[in-house]
T-cell receptor, first 109, second 113 residues
Framework: GQNIDQPTEMTATEGAIVQINCTYQ??????LFWYQQHAGEAPTFLSY??LDGLEEKGRFSSFLSRSKGYSYLLLKELQMKDSASYLC??????????WGAGTKLIIKP | DVKVTQSSRYLVKRTGEKVFLECVQD?????MFWYRQDPGLGLRLIYF???????EKGDIPEGYSVSREKKERFSLILESASTNQTSMYLC????????????FGPGTRLTVL
């Protein structure tokens, strides 16, 4: 079956760095997305990786290793507003999005 | 900016009622999707549509139907609401290119009593 695993919850301190991991097993691969979702709100797009390597976008970076079925989202200089759930999603061979359950990130002062 | 709107943020219905959830996008996107989101589970695809009057079943279509009469509007219908359909319902849209970014509406939290 198709499966995406990410930690359920993580806690980090304001100003620090946190890495949220995502591993996947899907029928084919056509890209990996990271979305941010604040409580009670819609998911919003953060990043898209289709090739191996690191994509940097301001305080957020996303890494992909297709051979390992692995990605991570790196958040630097954490701010309180980064408290949210982070969703990993993989596009399979049929271009369908398979979603992880999300990682709830709690930022403490 | 892409805008996806949903008809209600909160909805309370009774078991057996017919429920309509409306979604409208203003970016001329070909693709539209309906998901439900429950605690501890990933987003689960109910139905999607790649064009007007076209619809495809997702992973959990049972108990739901959809309608896409106009490109910008995608409706989700619960024919006879049940308590296990209490959930957050999210609509999304994307352009016609493969693996394109999906843009989400604010969601409708539906409670079925």
């Amino acid at each position: 079956g198709q499966n995406i695993d990410q930690p359920t919850e993580m806690t980090a301190t304001e100003g620090a760095i946190v890495q949220i991991n995502c591993t996947y097993q899907t029928s084919g691969f056509n890209g990996l997305f990271w979305y941010q979702q604040h409580a009670g709100e819609a998911p919003t797009f953060l990043s898209y990786n289709v090739l191996d390597g690191l994509e940097e976008k301001g305080r957020f970076s996303s890494f992909l290793s297709r051979s390992k079925g692995y990605s991570y989202l790196l958040l630097k200089e954490l701010q309180m507003k980064d408290s949210a759930s982070y969703l990993c999603a993989v596009t399979d061979s049929n271009y369908q999005l398979i979603w992880g359950a999300g990682t709830k990130l709690i930022i403490k002062p | 900016d892409v805008k996806v709107t949903q008809s209600s943020r909160y909805l309370v219905k009774r078991t057996g009622e017919k429920v309509f959830l409306e979604c409208v996008q203003d970016m001329d996107h070909e693709n539209m999707f309906w998901y439900r989101q429950d605690p501890g589970l990933g987003l689960r695809l109910i139905y999607f549509s790649y064009d007007v009057k076209m619809k495809e079943k997702g992973d959990i279509p049972e108990g739901y139907s959809v309608s896409r009469e106009k490109k910008e509007r995608f409706s989700l219908i619960l024919e006879s609401a049940s308590t296990n359909q209490t959930s957050m319902y999210l609509c999304a849209s994307s352009s016609g290119r493969d693996a394109d970014t999906q843009y989400f509406g604010p969601g409708t939290r539906l409670t079925v009593l």
